[in-house]
């Protein structure tokens, strides 16, 4: 009888001993929860456009397609850190790309002109937090004013237009906790938006399209 209560007393043991380092290890999350409050952000980096076709609006195939230099991508946020992992925020942001070069059929000839992106967008994030250093994930839906400024090419017609978009985007990255109230970001974005749509100056209606790779460094402080 007593074997088989010493027995009973090891299992019991054996299972309190990781339920208190579950404890444990929840309480140290918990400790690591970033304080509420409003906070600003900036950031800049390179972006990096993807061909784009000029495609007619009607029937009618391809025109060309626009190949774009590397491009900037700078802007800032002002949003609410919540107690728990997760922060929300509104941001403007600018991107331009020069245009290089139209193809079409196999021929390449030069292009002139840029491309600007003024979006406006509603992001939320989740934090993960480990010491100083806060891993995130995100997600945004906004809208986004897509211009085309003075691309021409001896492919394309000339356009000088712009157009408002739905545009979303999706965010990774890490922050490192330099105070208790400023933070040092690095990350990757996923940009894009619903095809544009385009006047040109011979009454030609084309689309386009925006889908961008992005790399960025920012800072964030927390009021």
């Known amino acids: 009888m007593q074997h088989k209560k010493a027995?009973?007393?090891?299992?019991?043991?054996?299972?309190?001993?990781?339920?208190?380092?579950?404890?444990?290890?929840?309480?140290?999350?918990?400790t690591q929860l970033t304080e509420p409050g409003v906070y600003v952000a900036a950031f800049g980096g390179m972006?990096?456009?993807?061909?784009?076709?000029?495609?007619?609006?009607?029937?009618?195939?391809?025109?060309?397609?626009?190949?774009?230099?590397t491009g900037s991508l700078f802007g800032g946020a002002v949003g609410y850190q919540f107690e728990n992992p997760f922060?929300?925020?509104?941001?403007?942001?600018?991107?331009?790309?020069?245009?290089?070069?139209?193809?079409?059929?196999?021929?390449?000839?030069?292009?002139?002109?840029?491309?600007?992106i003024l979006s406006l967008m509603v992001n939320a994030y989740h934090d993960l937090t480990y010491d100083q250093w806060k891993p995130y994930l995100g997600i945004g839906l906004g809208v986004a004013d897509v211009a085309?400024?003075?691309?021409?090419s001896a492919l394309t017609p000339p356009i000088d237009h712009s157009d408002y978009v739905f545009a979303v985007q999706l965010l990774a990255g890490v922050g490192y906790e330099l105070t208790p109230l400023i933070t040092a970001t690095a990350g990757y974005r996923l940009f894009?938006?619903?095809?544009?749509?385009?006047?040109?100056?011979?009454?030609?209606?084309?689309?386009?399209?925006?889908?961008a790779s992005e790399f960025i460094l920012g800072l964030r402080y927390r009021f």
């Not at 403007?92 to 292009?111: F, N």
């Open 7 to 30: 027995v009973l007393w090891m299992v019991f043991g054996a299972l309190a001993c990781p339920a208190a380092g579950w404890s444990d290890q929840a309480a140290l999350f918990e």
């Open 148 to 152: 085309w400024n003075d691309v021409t």
């Open 87 to 116: 922060r929300i925020e509104a941001e403007l942001a600018h991107r331009g790309y020069d245009v290089g070069r139209v193809k079409s059929a196999g021929t390449v000839v030069p292009a002139g002109g840029d491309v600007s």
């Open 192 to 211: 894009g938006t619903s095809d544009p749509k385009f006047t040109a100056r011979n009454g030609t209606v084309v689309t386009g399209k925006i889908i």
């Open 47 to 69: 972006s990096f456009q993807s061909d784009s076709n000029v495609n007619l609006d009607a029937p009618g195939g391809t025109l060309g397609t626009l190949k774009f230099d």
